[in-house]
């Protein structure tokens, strides 16, 4: 079973994109902290969120908000612009939970000017 949910907070307003048949992308840079010893290690995460919950992402999720993504690996290999092999690591995310008063989206907001969209 491919399965991961991760929870942590986004680097960047997300990224959408259309593809060439018109469906929507949303594209997230998600950071989740481990500690090692003493010390808190930062892991970045590549999240690909798609149709419905790209809308999602794209009206309610901002830089630096609080989330929760539901998913599952995806590993892929490409090359790069010099003809080097190059490996990618993506979480491909079936849910999204948004997490607490982020910024850009508390929940009474949310509930006061329309249904949730989860």
């Known amino acids: 079973m491919n399965f991961i949910i991760l929870g942590g907070r ?10 060439a048949t018109g ?6 840079s998600l950071a989740t902290s481990k500690r090692v010893g003493d010390e808190t290690k930062t892991l970045w995460h590549r999240v690909i969120l798609w149709d419905k ?3 999602v992402c794209e009206k309610w999720v901002g830089k630096g908000d609080s ?4 998913g599952e690996i995806n590993y ?22 948004l997490v607490g008063n982020n910024k850009h989206n508390t929940p009474k907001e949310r509930m006061d000017t329309e249904e949730v969209p989860f």
């Open 76 to 97: 892929s290999e490409y090359q790069d612009s010099d003809g080097k092999a190059r490996r990618s690591t993506e979480i491909i995310a079936r849910n999204i939970e």
């Open 67 to 70: 989330i929760f993504v539901q």
């Open 10 to 19: 986004t680097g960047r307003a997300p990224e959408i994109r259309l593809t």
């Open 53 to 55: 919950q790209a809308d």
């Open 23 to 28: 469906k929507k992308m949303a594209i997230l």
